[in-house]
């Protein structure tokens, strides 16, 4: 039989990145929580924390940190069917990428938020990352682009993002002079999110044949961030149409591929088994996306 006054330890652990972390969150000393840890990984008989900064879970802690979150998201239920006045808050951990978060996701689903009591906890990562933390129970739902739904999970259309390749006008000038070319996207450099295989890096290699290390790229893991370092000149860049909108018609970037936007189809992955709060959070991700799209 599991302790989850040890489980919500762990759970704390992993959500603040430290133990001191957890025993603000539980109101607890530190040294309480280290000993419920040590408890319950000697019950597991495995190692369930790597002990780094941040600290994070080994693959069994994943295991034990996904059945503590579908427990409370059965409580949930029980909830519902009862019809138990909840005053609690409840935080759904979810995966997204980082130009959701850029265009306004976390605002535009605010009312949702406040109305059913949600606490968010977003993990940021590509988006043909986020399904791996889906897999693992890291997180119950996620922003994807895979439309196929992965075992015990559904997925919804969300709709279809449009990204344009951009620059400032003086970068197109001292660099793509003759228009794009392989050449030319072989010595200009570029601003990618991240080192993994970024819609950006997937269209260098499908589109001009050019692999990863045959460019020159700054990596910029924020899309903000990145977005600013292409109208400051330092990069060209592919980015979300509706970030790159004002920019656009205020002359400060010009498109290097006119008319030929890159569509990137996106998708919500959740849990199957799913509590009134989970699906008012699917409806307000979904109505964000269908804006986006429009």
């Known amino acids: 039989m599991l302790d989850y006054k040890l489980l919500e330890a762990l759970d704390a652990v992993a959500a603040s990145g430290s133990f001191e972390g957890a025993a603000q969150r539980l109101h607890l000393t530190q040294s309480a929580i280290s000993q419920r840890i040590r408890q319950l990984e000697e019950r597991s008989g495995t190692v369930l924390l790597v002990r780094d900064t941040p600290v994070r879970a080994t693959a069994a802690g994943q295991k034990l940190l996904a059945h503590v979150r579908q427990v409370r998201l059965l409580e949930g239920e029980l909830h519902e069917a009862l019809e138990m006045v909840v005053t609690d808050w409840l935080t759904l951990r979810i995966g997204v990428n980082a ?4 265009l306004g996701l976390v605002a535009a689903i605010t009312p949702s938020l406040q109305a059913a009591r949600i606490l968010l906890d977003c993990v940021v990562a590509d988006e043909a990352q986020t399904l791996d933390q889906l897999r693992s129970g890291e997180v119950l739902g996620c922003i994807g682009t895979q439309p196929q739904q992965i075992a015990g999970c559904g997925v919804i259309p969300l709709g279809v993002m449009q990204y344009v390749l951009v620059a400032t ?3 197109v000038a001292r660099c ?3 228009g794009l070319g392989t050449d030319a996207l ?3 450099p570029a ?3 991240g080192q993994q295989d970024s819609i950006h890096r997937r269209w260098l290699r499908e589109a001009w044949g050019l692999q990863q290390g045959y ?3 700054h990596v910029i893991p924020d899309s903000t961030a990145l977005f600013g370092a292409v109208c400051a000149g330092l990069a060209y860049g592919l980015v979300p149409q509706p970030q790159a909108k004002d920019a656009l018609e205020r002359g400060v970037l010009c498109e290097l591929a006119a008319g030929e936007p890159i569509s990137l189809p996106l998708f919500w992955h959740h849990w199957s088994r799913q509590t009134a709060p989970a699906r008012v959070l699917a409806d307000a991700v979904a109505l964000f996306a269908s804006k986006l799209s429009d």
């Open 176 to 178: 793509f002079p003759a």
């Open 191 to 193: 601003a990618v999110y």
């Open 169 to 171: 006008p003086e970068f």
């Open 99 to 102: 130009d959701s978060l850029a």
């Open 186 to 188: 072989a010595d200009a």
């Open 215 to 217: 460019y020159p790229c």
